[in-house]
């Protein structure tokens, strides 16, 4: 009966997904600009929603409840805080990145990169980093849903992976970002009252209050209520590593940047930031309740991504409904809008840039073909999940850093060069795999190697720098625009 209920809620999402998707269908195919950033006329209330839902992916129910109940307390640090602080980033770089695309009509943060530079190169290393660091990312979305399914209703682990994956892709085919930013407001609030329906559910019924919930947690594992921890993960230099990685993301994570071409005007966007201040302060607070609740609850779990099947397995059959709801609505508000900026990448900064100028038809059918490669791979990183899938996230967060200095100099410093901005960002990747992947026996200090990929990326970006000579041709003129 489990699964039946699975299946409604699934139905149901999918179905008013679909419905949103197929108002957006005839608008979004009259032009390659509209099909990707929605013909930059998206109000706040939209823009700041696609923004909050494509932030907080399957990880925010599935993966977060894992880290709190793993790691305990500190994981509010490490996430909820720094996501409050990441509004900031609009000011700061959304503003100039809004203005760069209305005046150049740029499609993508890596045309921007790209022409800012005069520099193909610069493009290509920043479209790779972006394919070699958003697919497991995009993983992370499709392993949520199954494992809930798996856990919650006995469907199969592979069926999940399948449903999760067709979903995304017929409705990012039928309305391309129009239709993902509108549904993604749908699934952002679903997300949102979904979590605060299960998690309150689950600490009335098992402590009564938050105070007991905390009280009782502290008799049996106070080390979960302390920094850093249980394991030690929440050291100083790890949680301020964390808090860099994350709070680049709006500026790096190629989704999100996106999500700056769309806005309507620079209003919307100055009214969306509060927004995604607001939305991101109280949305990770079920996790924290499931995850520290949960460990009292069910102390000797294999895995804490299981925390929230094990709650769903206690609800009623609407709240259920609801609680799968929210965590499908999470996932695919993500994955989406990975898949579509990651096609858009391949179609218009590598397709277009070598072929010259195709028609909509074409690039359209050139993007459903690589939305269609991209979900295969992703079913098959899939396959073989990690305990935690926030894991999987931090790796997204690391990789795409390195792409920071490039991006900060395009915006902010003339005399920013092509070759510092595609060394710069070879570099910082090779040092973080060499040192998360190879321990060469290097003493990090207790900092994410992350932290020293982009150190050593930033020294380079300015010393090449200053050995060059900066863009003067069209690279100029892009950057006294958004300097004005």
Known sequence: MITVYAIVAIFILIGLSAWVSSRARFISKRSIEEFYVAGRNIGWIVTFLTFSATLFSAFTLVGMPGFFYTHGIGSWTFIAVVDTFMALMVPLVGYRIWKAGRKFHFITPAQFLGERYESYMTLVVAVVIQFLFLLPYMSIQAIGIAKLLQSAAGIPYLLGLVIALIATFVYIETGGMRAVAWTDAILGLTLFAGAYAVSFWFLMKHFGSLAVMFEKVYEVKKE???????????????????????????????QLTTRYFIARDLPTLKKSMIGMAVFASFVLFPSLILGIGGAYVWPSLKSGDMVLGKVLSELSPILMIIGIMAVFAAAL???????????????????????????????????????????????????????????????????????????IGALYWKRATAPAA?????????????????????NLHGWHPAIWGLLVASLLFVVVSLLGSPPSGRGREIFEEISR
């Open 333 to 407: 508000s993500t994955i989406d809008s990975q898949l579509l900026v990651l096609s858009s990448l391949f179609t218009r900064d590598i397709v277009v840039e070598k072929k010259g100028e195709l028609s909509v038809k074409e690039k359209l059918a050139i993007n459903r073909a690589v939305v269609l490669i991209l979900s295969i791979i992703v079913f098959l990183i899939s396959l073989n999940p990690p305990k935690l899938i926030v894991q999987l996230s931090i790796l997204s967060f690391a990789g795409t850093l390195q792409i920071l200095p490039a991006m």
């Open 224 to 254: 979960l209520l302390t920094i850093p921890g249980p394991k030690g993960l929440f050291t100083t230099p790890m949680l301020i590593s964390f808090f860099i990685m994350i709070f680049a993301m709006p500026a790096t994570q190629f």
């Open 422 to 442: 595609w060394i710069s960002m070879i570099t910082g990747v090779v040092v973080l795999v060499v040192l998360k992947f190879f321990n060469p026996g290097f």
